[in-house]
């Protein structure tokens, strides 16, 4: 007889008991007493299937995460966004249409309770420059995010318009030296994705138009080069004609994104066929393979192919170099608005860590506290481990040391804190 358990965050591996190395008294070892434990659990969530294996001796079988694509603008949003650069051109090109639209603009934020959102008031107006830019990087946040499309159907890898959708979601970070497919785009075409990002309302008078409808025309462009790789069936070998045809001229550095989502994404997302048979192994009492876990839009292509026993992670290889940009990122993020509403550096930052989200992501808040701190890791080359910290000098910081309190998790403290007993 096989137990088999369905869905991440059951409720066995939570009834009563002790948290590890469970007792005959413990409710998870009542229930099942001899019976394996074969449970299909989402990929991207290592931290709950390990105290599935900790307290119900779960033979995991991970499974992709639903297809996952941007959550473009849609009613409200989408008449923002034309308002936006309806009032960034008239501001070069006709002056004599922004009351008009200024007004439309701030009736529209109202009738979408955005101005809760944004925290804006009737002040704002006063200053409507700098409103305009905290509301064209807000509906640039909104509508990049990534959302969920639909659900997973098990042993089927996602096809036709969401496959072209996820593809772009797994091309968003950079993969080892390779940058993120939507950047080397922009380059292509001229720009730096960065500083469009920063600032989607600056207005481009050589192209009469926003940074925000070149964002747009980036992502339609990479959009149009997933499309033409499906259709080419991933030959890698199509690759720089594709780009060629798309952006109307050769880019070698589009071109290897390119050849590396038909070399190694696209075969390793095909690759989740075999989640079903690899239940029926479990089921059947034989061998599931190990494998690593996270989310694979964070970078972690290597979690793929699905249907492998998870193991949670290597202590020793976080922050990955992904999740240290990302950090690093999150933390100038933070600091901006701290001095932005503050006018000083804070002298001190609490952060809470828990255990999932550092094994999903590869350590980005672990990367946000040590960039905050100054200090960056050190990574061996061979293995992609931390080997160490170093300082980062202070010219190059640009800014005071900061201290970081954390509050962990128990399965952080667990997972990654080193034991030393008290002599």
């Given at each position: 007889m096989r137990s088999c358990t369905w869905g991440k965050h059951g409720t066995l591996e939570w009834l009563r008991g002790k948290g590890a190395g469970l007792s005959a008294s413990c409710f998870p070892d009542l229930v099942l007493r001899t019976l394996p434990n074969v449970y299909p659990y989402i990929v991207n969530d290592p931290g709950e299937g390990t105290q599935a294996k900790r307290r119900s001796w779960a033979c995991i079988v991970d499974h992709l995460v639903p297809a996952m694509t941007s959550a473009g603008k849609y009613e409200h949003?989408?008449?923002?966004?034309?308002?936006?650069?309806?009032?960034?051109?008239?501001?070069?090109?006709?002056?004599?249409?922004?009351?008009?639209?200024?007004?439309?603009?701030?009736?529209?934020?109202?009738?979408?309770?955005?101005n809760r959102d944004l925290g804006a008031t009737e002040e704002d107006l006063a200053n409507f420059p700098s409103f305009l830019e905290r509301l064209h990087a807000y509906l640039?946040?909104?509508?990049?995010?990534?959302?969920?499309?639909?659900?997973?159907?098990l042993g089927e890898p996602p096809q036709g318009e969401k496959l072209v959708n996820f593809l772009g979601a797994l091309c968003r970070l950079p993969h080892g030296e390779l940058p993120a497919l939507r950047e080397a785009v922009a380059e292509a075409l001229g720009f730096s994705y960065q500083e469009l990002e920063e600032n989607p309302s600056r207005w481009y008078s050589e192209l009469q138009t926003t940074a925000a409808a070149l964002l747009d025309r980036v992502e339609e462009k990479t959009?149009?080069?997933?499309?033409?790789?499906?259709r080419k069936n991933f030959d890698p070998v199509s690759c720089p004609e594709i780009v060629a045809g798309v952006l109307g001229k050769e880019d070698r550095q589009v071109a290897r994104v390119l050849e590396f989502v038909a070399r190694e994404i696209w075969p390793?997302?095909?690759?989740?066929?075999?989640?079903?048979?690899?239940c029926v192994t479990g089921l059947s009492g034989s061998y599931v393979p190990p494998g690593p876990s996270?989310?694979?839009?964070?970078?972690?292509?290597?979690?793929?192919?699905?249907?492998?026993?998870f193991y949670s992670v290597?202590?020793?290889?976080?922050?990955?170099?992904?999740?240290?940009?990302?950090?690093?990122?999150?933390?100038?993020?933070?600091?901006?608005?701290y001095l932005a509403e503050r006018g000083a550096y804070p002298e001190n930052v609490g952060m809470i860590i828990w255990a999932t989200n550092e094994m999903r992501t590869g350590g980005e808040n672990i990367?946000?506290?040590?960039?905050?701190?100054?200090?960056?890791?050190?990574?061996?080359?061979?293995?992609g481990r931390v080997r160490g910290l170093e300082l980062i000098p202070r010219e190059e910081l640009g800014r005071p040391r900061l201290d970081v309190v954390?509050?962990?998790?128990?399965l952080f403290r667990d997972s990654f804190l080193e034991y030393h007993p008290p002599a």
């Amino acid at each position: 007889m096989r137990s088999c358990t369905w869905g991440k965050h059951g409720t066995l591996e939570w009834l009563r008991g002790k948290g590890a190395g469970l007792s005959a008294s413990c409710f998870p070892d009542l229930v099942l007493r001899t019976l394996p434990n074969v449970y299909p659990y989402i990929v991207n969530d290592p931290g709950e299937g390990t105290q599935a294996k900790r307290r119900s001796w779960a033979c995991i079988v991970d499974h992709l995460v639903p297809a996952m694509t941007s959550a473009g603008k849609y009613e409200h949003l989408e008449a923002l966004e034309t308002l936006c650069r309806e009032y960034q051109e008239a501001l070069h090109l006709d002056p004599a249409h922004l009351p008009r639209i200024k007004e439309a603009i701030w009736e529209k934020v109202k009738e979408s309770a955005l101005n809760r959102d944004l925290g804006a008031t009737e002040e704002d107006l006063a200053n409507f420059p700098s409103f305009l830019e905290r509301l064209h990087a807000y509906l640039h946040e909104v509508s990049d995010s990534l959302i969920r499309e639909g659900l997973h159907i098990l042993g089927e890898p996602p096809q036709g318009e969401k496959l072209v959708n996820f593809l772009g979601a797994l091309c968003r970070l950079p993969h080892g030296e390779l940058p993120a497919l939507r950047e080397a785009v922009a380059e292509a075409l001229g720009f730096s994705y960065q500083e469009l990002e920063e600032n989607p309302s600056r207005w481009y008078s050589e192209l009469q138009t926003t940074a925000a409808a070149l964002l747009d025309r980036v992502e339609e462009k990479t959009r149009e080069l997933l499309e033409a790789l499906v259709r080419k069936n991933f030959d890698p070998v199509s690759c720089p004609e594709i780009v060629a045809g798309v952006l109307g001229k050769e880019d070698r550095q589009v071109a290897r994104v390119l050849e590396f989502v038909a070399r190694e994404i696209w075969p390793r997302l095909e690759g989740v066929r075999g989640e079903i048979e690899a239940c029926v192994t479990g089921l059947s009492g034989s061998y599931v393979p190990p494998g690593p876990s996270g989310a694979p839009t964070r970078g972690r292509i290597d979690v793929l192919p699905t249907g492998r026993n998870f193991y949670s992670v290597d202590p020793q290889a976080l922050p990955t170099r992904s999740a240290w940009e990302v950090g690093k990122h999150l933390a100038e993020l933070f600091l901006a608005r701290y001095l932005a509403e503050r006018g000083a550096y804070p002298e001190n930052v609490g952060m809470i860590i828990w255990a999932t989200n550092e094994m999903r992501t590869g350590g980005e808040n672990i990367a946000q506290a040590l960039y905050l701190m100054g200090v960056r890791p050190v990574w061996e080359e061979a293995t992609g481990r931390v080997r160490g910290l170093e300082l980062i000098p202070r010219e190059e910081l640009g800014r005071p040391r900061l201290d970081v309190v954390l509050r962990v998790s128990g399965l952080f403290r667990d997972s990654f804190l080193e034991y030393h007993p008290p002599a």
